[in-house]
């Protein structure tokens, strides 16, 4: 699948599940991507950081996520690290702040792999018009509101300030931190192209009833 395409796939459908092994009620992290997919999902994030992204877990992990996405037409993204992305096969990449060093804040390593989106995170508007510049595809905005799945949160955005962010970009904003069926609707209303989801899918009773109902706003 092209760049293109992808953008294409990842423009039409707002709801971007990211699953987190860490988060999935000691369910296998592969179970609780089928049944996501079988709920509609056409977005995955694969986000492991409990192990090194060059670990043997991590890469079988890595590949069966790819295996069953790609049974699905599903795009797989994969969290801060481009090599894990490109050994997998996925169709893209997130980045966090942290992940962005020099090679990749000059521009360089997004030419090299210019075949993947590119995902970048952003808590304030200078983020995102940086991220921007560097070329990336779409933006991760956020905490929006508190999570218990980002250590040593000290700050969220809340809607206004998510308001704020979109406001200076052009490209996808997919909001992040702490979303979940009562608030979702009202990002969406804040501005939100994606609403990015952990723990109201991946640790709900039933992910898929909970990946349908997301897929369907």
């Known amino acids: 699948m092209n760049k293109t395409e992808r953008k294409r796939i990842f423009n039409l459908n707002r709801f971007y599940p990211i699953i987190d092994p860490a988060h999935c009620l000691n369910r296998s992290a ?9 709920g509609g999902a056409k977005i995955i994030q694969l986000r492991n950081k409990s192990v090194p992204s060059n670990s043997i877990v991590a890469i079988q992990l890595a590949h069966d996520f ?24 996925a169709d893209g990449v997130h980045l966090g702040q942290t992940d962005l060093g020099p090679e990749t804040r000059s521009g360089a390593r997004f ?7 590119v995902g970048i995170s952003a808590f304030t508007p200078a983020e995102a018009l940086e991220a921007e510049a560097l070329g990336a595809d779409y933006l991760g905005i956020g905490p929006v509101f508190p999570t218990k799945t980002k250590d040593g949160l000290s700050a969220v955005l809340g809607l206004e300030g998510l308001k704020a962010i979109i406001k200076t970009t052009q490209l996808p904003c997919a909001a ?10 009202a990002v969406l209303a804040a501005g939100a192209s994606h609403l990015a989801i952990i723990t109201a899918v991946t640790a709900a ?12 706003l």
């Open 30 to 38: 592969v179970s609780v991507l089928e049944a996501v997919l079988l």
């Open 176 to 185: 992040i931190g702490g979303i979940n069926s009562e608030n979702a609707k």
């Open 66 to 89: 790819r295996a069953l996405t790609n049974r699905f037409q599903a795009l797989l993204i994969i969290n801060d690290s481009i090599e894990l992305a490109l050994a997998c096969d």
């Open 111 to 117: 030419e090299q792999d210019q075949n993947l989106l």
């Open 205 to 216: 009773s039933d992910p898929q009833e909970a990946a349908e109902y997301f897929q369907n």
